[in-house]
């Protein structure tokens, strides 16, 4: 694009071929001032802080002098092509690269013009016209050519931007996994000021049993391999970010030792989401299938069994001792067919059929259950559920609420032997669209490594119950197009959250 430009800037500033002839017979004769100039140009820059930092070293001082030094012959004597072009726009790109700050760029031109100025004034023989005409020439091409150098800066911004925009996230870190550069991605995701994680390592972003993966990725990069880990990163409001990273290598070009680590971070908590769910539909259409053959196999047998032994237990003499015996058999067999009933509800629930329902009746007739059950006597329960109406299955939310209060009041037996005061609190609110069901309890609570557990079927650290209680509501909730997860109670013990969209399941 500058290619195409230069020419019609050259004419916009009125600088004609004659101009560049005229620069160009003047070139022998300005070059003496050249030496002078270059000087002048490195003196400065090793006595201005920033401007000698990116001077490395003295070889790299030497190839400076001989590139400035073709850069004012140029100046001079080059036709005003493409390559003089691509020459200017090369020269910004190493100071981008090295670092340099742009207004030194344009506060190092100033000496640099006045110096040619100065040396063609004092070119005596020529007229004043022609001086004249010599310094407009010399004028504009420098401003062209700064124009040009100064242009990589902004094509750093288009690419700042690009990286900026990136779906992955971005950032520099050094040996210890101090981050130092951040793209926006990055910063905005975890929801951290950009100032403050720069001060943040990547073990503080990533959860605790991370710091392994984490370690490992540290160690692989600075041993100058590029390195991929995937492991789980902290937001700053707690959510939970599954990453895949990937790591480069970074080494200095003068000292070749790595000084950082590019780090590229892809979000994979929804690939993950998808593919857990992907596996849970596959295995529950197993189970389903499993739990259909198994109703058959063992229904219908315990069925018979239970009808046998009433026939004996009717049969046997009033206060004979095989009698409570039998009764315990009987029992044990109903719970047996309970559990398969449990099975085949959680692996083949039926579809939702959403009713327009006041949930605070559905709360108010479960908590009564519990009430009137004498194995949690003692416990307080506090209800708050002002009417709310939503598009639920009645039928199938209530024993969902039943039996997250069963697992709440169950929670707390070892707390009503200890004499502590056990308590449960069910509350209902609407937040935007979704309706909120909090049950909380004042028991022990759920440790962090079996809060995704407590849904899974058969998981269980009670005696009592087959341990499908929360996976069979996880399931209902679920088909609600809601959830249920675990979280804190701000009574000490475990707060079971069910979300419920209020217009009912997705279509
Ligand atoms: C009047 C403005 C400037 C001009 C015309 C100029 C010219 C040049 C040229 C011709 C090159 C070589 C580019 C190449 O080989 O492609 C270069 C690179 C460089 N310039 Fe400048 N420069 C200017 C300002 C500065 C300033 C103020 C500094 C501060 C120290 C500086 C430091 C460097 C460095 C460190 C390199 C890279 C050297 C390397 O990687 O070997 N330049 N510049």
């Given at each position: 694009?500058?290619?195409?430009?230069?020419?019609?800037?050259?004419?916009?500033?009125?600088?004609?071929?004659?101009?560049?002839?005229?620069?160009?017979?003047?070139?022998?004769?300005?070059?003496?001032?050249?030496?002078?100039?270059?000087?002048?140009?490195?003196?400065?820059?090793?006595?201005?802080?920033?401007?000698?930092?990116?001077?490395k070293?003295?070889?790299?001082?030497?190839?400076?002098?001989?590139?400035?030094?073709?850069?004012?012959?140029?100046?001079?004597?080059?036709?005003?092509?493409?390559?003089?072009?691509?020459?200017?726009?090369?020269?910004?790109?190493?100071?981008?690269?090295?670092?340099?700050?742009?207004?030194?760029?344009?506060?190092?031109?100033?000496?640099?013009?006045?110096?040619?100025?100065?040396?063609?004034?004092?070119?005596?023989?020529?007229?004043?016209?022609?001086?004249?005409?010599?310094?407009?020439?010399?004028?504009?091409?420098?401003?062209?050519?700064?124009?040009?150098?100064?242009?990589?800066?902004?094509?750093?911004?288009?690419?700042?931007?690009?990286?900026?925009?990136?779906?992955?996230?971005?950032?520099?870190?050094d040996s210890a996994?101090?981050?130092?550069?951040?793209?926006?991605?990055?910063?905005?995701?975890?929801?951290?000021?950009?100032?403050?994680?720069?001060?943040?390592?990547?073990?503080?972003?990533?959860?605790?049993?991370?710091?392994?993966?984490?370690?490992?990725?540290?160690?692989?990069v600075f041993d100058g391999q590029?390195?991929?880990?995937?492991?789980?990163?902290?937001?700053?409001?707690?959510?939970?970010?599954?990453?895949?990273?990937?790591?480069?290598p970074h080494s200095d070009p003068v000292t070749r030792t790595i000084d950082h680590g590019?780090?590229?971070?892809?979000?994979?908590?929804?690939?993950?989401?998808?593919?857990?769910?992907?596996?849970?539909?596959?295995?529950?259409?197993?189970?389903?299938?499993?739990?259909?053959?198994?109703?058959?196999?063992?229904?219908?047998?315990?069925?018979?069994?239970?009808?046998?032994?009433?026939?004996?237990?009717?049969?046997?003499?009033?206060?004979?001792?095989?009698?409570?015996?039998?009764?315990?058999?009987?029992?044990?067999?109903?719970?047996?067919?309970?559990?398969?009933?449990?099975?085949?509800?959680?692996?083949?629930?039926?579809?939702?059929?959403?009713?327009?329902?006041?949930?605070?009746?559905?709360?108010?007739?479960?908590?009564?259950?519990?009430?009137?059950?004498?194995?949690?006597?003692?416990?307080?329960?506090?209800?708050?559920?002002?009417?709310?109406?939503?598009?639920?299955?009645?039928?199938?939310?209530?024993?969902?609420?039943?039996?997250?209060?069963?697992?709440?009041?169950?929670?707390?037996?070892?707390?009503?032997?200890?004499?502590?005061?056990?308590?449960?609190?069910?509350?209902?609110?609407?937040?935007?669209?979704?309706?909120?069901?909090?049950?909380?309890?004042?028991?022990?609570?759920?440790?962090?490594?079996?809060?995704?557990?407590?849904?899974?079927?058969?998981?269980?650290?009670?005696?009592?119950?087959?341990?499908?209680?929360?996976?069979?509501?996880?399931?209902?909730?679920?088909?609600?197009?809601?959830?249920?997860?675990?979280?804190?109670?701000?009574?000490?013990?475990?707060?079971?959250?069910?979300?419920?969209?209020?217009?009912?399941?997705?279509?």
């Amino acid at each position: 694009m500058f290619a195409d430009l230069y020419p019609r800037l050259l004419a916009y500033s009125d600088i004609t071929d004659v101009d560049l002839a005229l620069l160009r017979e003047l070139s022998p004769r300005m070059a003496p001032a050249f030496p002078g100039i270059i000087d002048d140009f490195y003196r400065r820059a090793l006595t201005e802080p920033v401007t000698r930092r990116v001077l490395k070293n003295a070889d790299m001082i030497a190839r400076l002098r001989q590139s400035f030094l073709e850069w004012l012959h140029d100046l001079f004597e080059r036709p005003r092509d493409s390559s003089y072009v691509e020459r200017r726009l090369a020269i910004g790109r190493n100071h981008v690269e090295v670092g340099l700050p742009p207004i030194f760029v344009f506060s190092a031109m100033g000496p640099v013009r006045m110096a040619l100025e100065t040396a063609v004034l004092a070119l005596h023989d020529l007229s004043d016209e022609t001086r004249r005409r010599a310094c407009r020439a010399i004028h504009v091409t420098l401003d062209l050519d700064l124009g040009l150098i100064s242009g990589s800066y902004h094509e750093i911004e288009k690419y700042r931007d690009l990286v900026d925009t990136s779906p992955d996230m971005i950032g520099y870190c050094d040996s210890a996994g101090r981050i130092f550069e951040a793209n926006r991605t990055l910063y905005e995701r975890l929801g951290i000021r950009r100032v403050d994680l720069v001060q943040k390592t990547l073990v503080e972003l990533s959860s605790p049993e991370s710091s392994p993966q984490v370690a490992l990725l540290l160690r692989g990069v600075f041993d100058g391999q590029r390195t991929r880990a995937e492991f789980r990163l902290h937001a700053a409001d707690g959510e939970a970010l599954d990453v895949e990273a990937i790591a480069i290598p970074h080494s200095d070009p003068v000292t070749r030792t790595i000084d950082h680590g590019r780090i590229y971070l892809r979000d994979i908590t929804e690939r993950r989401r998808i593919a857990r769910d992907l596996l849970e539909k596959q295995s529950l259409v197993r189970l389903g299938e499993m739990a259909a053959v198994v109703a058959h196999e063992v229904k219908n047998p315990l069925a018979g069994i239970s009808g046998a032994l009433r026939v004996i237990e009717e049969s046997l003499p009033p206060g004979n001792p095989h009698g409570p015996i039998i009764e315990e058999i009987v029992a044990r067999l109903l719970a047996l067919n309970e559990t398969v009933d449990d099975l085949l509800l959680y692996a083949r629930p039926r579809r939702p059929l959403p009713i327009l329902t006041d949930l605070s009746i559905l709360i108010g007739e479960a908590v009564e259950l519990i009430r009137r059950d004498s194995q949690f006597d003692g416990i307080r329960i506090g209800v708050d559920a002002p009417s709310m109406v939503a598009a639920v299955d009645p039928e199938m939310l209530k024993p969902v609420i039943y039996n997250l209060l069963v697992n709440a009041a169950q929670s707390l037996s070892g707390i009503i032997r200890s004499g502590r005061d056990p308590e449960i609190r069910i509350t209902l609110r609407k937040q935007d669209r979704l309706i909120l069901i909090d049950v909380d309890d004042s028991g022990p609570g759920i440790p962090q490594d079996h809060r995704d557990r407590v849904f899974e079927p058969f998981f269980t650290t009670k005696r009592s119950g087959n341990g499908l209680g929360l996976s069979i509501a996880y399931r209902v909730v679920q088909l609600h197009g809601g959830r249920i997860e675990v979280l804190d109670s701000e009574i000490e013990g475990a707060r079971l959250r069910l979300t419920l969209p209020e217009d009912g399941p997705p279509a």
